[in-house]
Structures are given as structure tokens and as C-alpha cells.
């Protein structure tokens, strides 16, 4: 069983984290990954819960404490620049849970499961076919290989679910917000252990602190948007600047930014449901099975996650659709409490009126 071949697509937190336990417990691991290189931005994510016993198993988590995001605080502010509420933030204890940007995580991830798995960079899944012994792949550049089990860790746009459970539009549901993150002009001045956050109604902009300077970050309610592609830049550079475009506090200065920047990230904040997460030999996992939303522990879970899957498939004495299942059932007890309390969360950072923000400001005054 120990020369059963894996194919993860998605070299990210999830792809990276299963990489890692499957190449440990002796299966042969191939990942492929849409991006040219391994990813280097994103916006700030914790590792926490359960997450944080697998980065200490994996032996990554002193590497994980050094690039720490080092907020402590959070500062909600008018259109004037003035404090109106502070809190503190669950991170400041580093013993228990670590913020830091998404690239980092997945550059640490990366990096402990390097020497035992295989790399296809610059390349994805085109075509899938599956028969009762493995999977037939065909790749957009390399050559068709065959594999005994495929897992999609390619997010919430997975490509691997759409080859096999159909269209996204079937499990992707938006949850009325659009969100944006966006390294801030390295000229900025920020606190460098403290998160600052604008609200207007229906809108949030924050500066988050981070190793290499501030993030920008940017989300706000909107009906869903005709012809929305997720992979284009110059329609989200226009949102963006419309959906701020009277705006007060530093926003005029980070709008300037996001607009000249090539690092931009902007999708639609969306949750994902499906009824199973296995097809055969085809498993999902991270935000490819059951993405919570931006505001949910994405990044915690798809490293637990990961953890399970692995155990489960090392575990499987021939019925491999067992194991798959047990994975499902162990997985989705994490993730279902989370799912339902992203939208109390999106209500809490994005009030959709002044007296919500109101009511926000003072629940958290300090």
C-alpha cells in the first residue's frame, strides 16, 4: 500500500499541509499548482485550534511565531482619523494562536513537504476520468499520468470539482460582499502591533501590520455582480474604486495604491456547501469541500483537515471509500459550527447601517 500515488491539486495551506502527512506516511505525492511559483501574498490568516498541533507536529511552528503579523490591537476609526472603540485581538498570545500573512503560511508549508513530494508548477488539471483502480489526469502542459487517488485543495474556485461535481454554481453561494486585500505603499505609516479599521455603512477598510509592511484590506456589501470574473484584474480594480469612491479616512491613498498594484486579490465572499466531499477515488479539501467565508478559521481547518485525510488514507486496508468517509465525518464537525457563524461575523466587521456600527463600537469600547 506504501506505493499508492497521490495527486494533490493546489500547492497552497491545504495542498502543502496533506502533502506533507501523506509523503510521511509513505505514499508517493505529486502536487500541481495554477501559480508559477510557490505563493508569496495574501492577507493575514491564524493558526489556531487544532491547527496549531499540526504546525508543532510538523515541526514548522517556531517558523510560524517568527512571521507573525505582531497586531496585538484593534483600532476602529472615523472619517477624521479618531479612535472610536479599541480591542484587543485573541493573537497577542502567540502560545496559543498566530496570525501572519497567507504567503507565508503557505511559503512555510511549502517548504516542509518540498523534498518528498513532487512540484508541477505552472500547470492544472484539464481532464479526469476515474475507473474502479485509479484516476486518468490530464494536465494544460505536462503529459497524462495516472494516479490512485486525486484530491482537489484548489480553493473555491476548484477545478477538480467542477471536473467531477459539476459546475460551482451549483455549491458556491455569495454572501452578498466582495473583498479585496493588497500590500499598502511601503511609505504608509502604521502601527506596527495594531490593526486600524474604517467603516462606513455597507463598507470596512483596514491596515493591517505585517513582517514586510502593511496590508490593505477592503470588503463591502454589494448585490452579486453581472459577468463577475474572479480573474479579472481590470474589473476589480473598477469595482473597487467605485464601490469607495467617497470614501474618507486613508482610503483615497489605499484606493491609489490597490489600483497600481499586480499583487491585488478580489473575489466574491462566498461560502461552499455540498452533500458529500468524495466522488470515488476524487476527495476535496480545504475551501474546495466547504470554504466557511473570509471571516471563518479557513486556513486552521484545511490544516486539520489535511491531518485527517492523510490519517484516514495511510489507514485504509482496501476500502478507500471508508476512508473517505470517515474523513468527511471527523472533518465536517469542525467545520459546520463555522460555517453558521460566519454571518454573524460579516454583520459584526461590516454593519450595513450607522447604527450598526454604532452598536459594533460600543460593544467593543475599551
Not at 457563524?341 to 450595513?352: H, I, Y
Amino acid at each position: 500500500m506504501s506505493s499508492r500515488s497521490v495527486l494533490i491539486s493546489g500547492g497552497g495551506i491545504a495542498g502543502a499541509t496533506l502533502a506533507y502527512w501523506l509523503a510521511r506516511h509513505g505514499l508517493r505525492v505529486t502536487v500541481v499548482e495554477r501559480a508559477a511559483t510557490a505563493r508569496s501574498s495574501g492577507s493575514p490568516v491564524d493558526v489556531r485550534g487544532p491547527a496549531f498541533q499540526v504546525a508543532r507536529d510538523m515541526g514548522v511552528l517556531d517558523r510560524i511565531r517568527e512571521a507573525t503579523t505582531g497586531a496585538r490591537a484593534m483600532t476602529f476609526v472615523d472619517d477624521s482619523g479618531r479612535a472610536t472603540a479599541r480591542m484587543g485581538l485573541a493573537q497577542a498570545d502567540i502560545s496559543r494562536q498566530v496570525e501572519l500573512p497567507r504567503g507565508d503560511l503557505a511559503a512555510i508549508l511549502y517548504e516542509a513537504c518540498r523534498d518528498d513530494t513532487e512540484f508541477l508548477f505552472d500547470d492544472s488539471v484539464v481532464g479526469l476520468a476515474q475507473d474502479a483502480d485509479g484516476v486518468d489526469i490530464t494536465f494544460e502542459r505536462a503529459g497524462d499520468r495516472r494516479f490512485d487517488l486525486v484530491i482537489g485543495a484548489d480553493g473555491l474556485h476548484s477545478n477538480v470539482r467542477r471536473l467531477v461535481f459539476g459546475p460551482e454554481s451549483r455549491f458556491v453561494r455569495g454572501m452578498g460582499l466582495y473583498a479585496a486585500t493588497t500590500p499598502a505603499d511601503p511609505s504608509l505609516e502604521h502601527d506596527p502591533q495594531r490593526v486600524v479599521m474604517y467603516n462606513t455603512p455597507g463598507k470596512a477598510v483596514a491596515v493591517s501590520p505585517a513582517r514586510t509592511g502593511a496590508l490593505a484590506f477592503f470588503v463591502f456589501r454589494s448585490r452579486t455582480v453581472p459577468g463577475f470574473d474572479h480573474r479579472d484584474m481590470a474589473q476589480h480594480k473598477r469595482l473597487l474604486s467605485a464601490a469607495y469612491a467617497n470614501a474618507g479616512w486613508r482610503v483615497p491613498e489605499l484606493l491609489k495604491r490597490a489600483r497600481a498594484c499586480d499583487e491585488l486579490y478580489f473575489d466574491a465572499v462566498s461560502q461552499v456547501r455540498l452533500d458529500r466531499w468524495w466522488d470515488g477515488r476524487v476527495a476535496l479539501l480545504g475551501d474546495a469541500a466547504s470554504c466557511i467565508s473570509l471571516f471563518g478559521d479557513g486556513s486552521s481547518l484545511a490544516m486539520a483537515g489535511a491531518r485527517t485525510l492523510a490519517q484516514e488514507v495511510a489507514a485504509d486496508s482496501g476500502d478507500l471509500s471508508a476512508a473517505l468517509a470517515r474523513y468527511e465525518a471527523a472533518h465536517r464537525r469542525l467545520v459546520m459550527p463555522k460555517q453558521r457563524f460566519a454571518g454573524l461575523a460579516s454583520r459584526w466587521l461590516v454593519p450595513a447601517t450607522r447604527y450598526g456600527i454604532r452598536l459594533r463600537n460600543l460593544t467593543v469600547r475599551k
